[in-house]
């Protein structure tokens, strides 16, 4: 758990108020996730295997109640095999930490699991084929996680997992769900959009709270 001290740095940071925490309540899993990553890391059911160094399958704590989703590995997630580095995962992990929960109590990974050529990488949408050849993936993941509640950082990613064509200010500020099991999900921005337009952080953080609320609700329900 990140420190109070540590946390108030982040708040401060972000131009926003502080919370009262809640631990993270983990569950068991028996899901083979080395088996999993080897299929994943020698897929070639679409074209992007072939510019990719490593696949990015996920990372994290597979007990955690929060699944956290992004769009597609960066040049920097490619290379060490990791989800939501350099300054996007720096921001996102400053986001996660302001409502108490660190990098490593969220299990976090992307709608595609390899890298899209640079062309691709500015674009707000994702390619049909890759979507239809990687979701699969991402719904194995979420079968065997069973998270309490998704965070969904960006509009490509919430279009492609959600299978809507609604903007991100339709989507944002509501609770939808996902799958048989009806979890929640909460759409926020894009960490690169967040950081070319700060002015945003604020709104971001507002999104933040209402899926910390949204999970508490649901928490004190199930409890």
């Known amino acids: 758990m990140v420190d109070s001290q540590r946390r108030a740095g982040y708040l401060e940071a972000l131009g926003i108020d502080v919370w009262v925490p809640r631990l993270v309540v983990p569950q068991v899993s028996a899901f083979d996730w080395h088996d999993f990553n080897s299929r994943v890391s020698v897929c070639k059911r ?8 490593k696949t990015v399958v996920g990372v994290g704590n597979p007990r955690a109640h929060w699944l956290v989703i992004g769009d597609a590995p960066s040049a920097i997630d490619d290379a060490q095999g990791e989800p939501f580095l350099g300054p996007p995962g720096d921001l996102i992990n400053a986001m996660l930490a302001a409502i108490d929960l660190p990098r490593e109590a969220v299990f976090m990974t992307q709608v595609l699991k390899c890298k899209r050529p640079v062309q691709l990488n500015t674009e707000s949408i994702i390619d049909a084929n890759h979507a239809q050849n990687c979701l699969p993936y991402l719904a194995e993941q979420i079968e065997n996680l069973q998270p309490r509640i998704i965070l969904i950082f960006g509009l490509a990613a919430a279009q492609v997992f959600l299978q809507t064509g609604d903007s991100l ?20 921005f894009h960490p690169e959009f967040l950081l070319h337009t700060p002015t945003s952080k604020r709104d971001a953080w507002e999104d933040l709270k209402f899926a910390r609320n949204t999970y508490l609700k649901l928490n004190m329900i199930k409890s």
């Open 169 to 188: 200010d339709q989507l944002r500020s509501k609770v939808h769900y996902y799958g048989k099991l009806a979890t929640p999900v909460v759409v926020t």
């Open 46 to 53: 679409c074209s992007l295997h072939t510019g990719r160094i």
